[in-house]
């Protein structure tokens, strides 16, 4: 977006219900997802290591979990939570945070997916119908992705959805008694519509043979359409 004077402040993100082909979005409630988003990550035994760079943690049961979530709701976060569509199956979050409405600007962070969402299209198309409300909803300009520049998969993943690397971030946060050098992403609107196009196309059920496996890759989708 160039011409801004007509700009105006866009809604803040608030609570929303998403569906897709593959995946529900749905607003996170204590009282409904206490348990099973706590399954779905795979209990004491494997959440610790699935959410290792929340700035949280670790837990010991599904209440100090949802502490953790409800406090951060009270400060702003919007957790959205996974659905499959398939069996209605909890199976991941995902939350807007640092809202900036007066500059049309908003994160997607503390994403977690468990094992029957990972590396499947509902972990593409959640990221895609929270992307598409953004943009095409509230209006915004800027979409941002940050995280711990150690952490390899979550920059791999923001690059494949289309995400453009803006820098580093040097000794940007402590946390868990370590330093945090925090790599960061974006999509701006005049890049969403390319985007847009080729998660789209990647989703199309036509994009896959019969045991579900991918016949094109998003980046070569993306690739295509420069």
Known sequence: MQDLKNWKPRPAPAPISL???????????RAVHRDTLWAAF????????????F???????????CDWLDANTKAGLVVNIFRSRRNGDVVGMGSY????????SV????????PAMARSPMSTEAQYLLARHVFEDLGYRRYEWKCDNANAPSKRTAERLGFTYEGLFRQHIVYKGRNRDTAWFSIIDSEWPRVKQA????????????????????????????
């Open 55 to 65: 700035p949280g943690g670790p837990y010991e049961n599904a209440d100090q979990f």
């Open 42 to 53: 795979g209990g004491a035994e494997q959440i610790n290591e699935l959410i290792r760079y």
């Open 97 to 104: 945070m640092r809202a900036d409405p007066a500059n049309g």
């Open 107 to 114: 994160e997607i962070g503390s994403i977690a997916h468990g």
């Open 19 to 29: 569906t897709g082909r593959y995946v529900m979005i749905e607003p996170y409630s």
């Open 199 to 226: 998660l789209e196309a990647w989703l199309d059920p036509a994009n896959f043979d019969a045991e579900g496996r991918q016949k094109r890759r998003l980046e070569d989708i993306r690739a295509e359409s420069a």
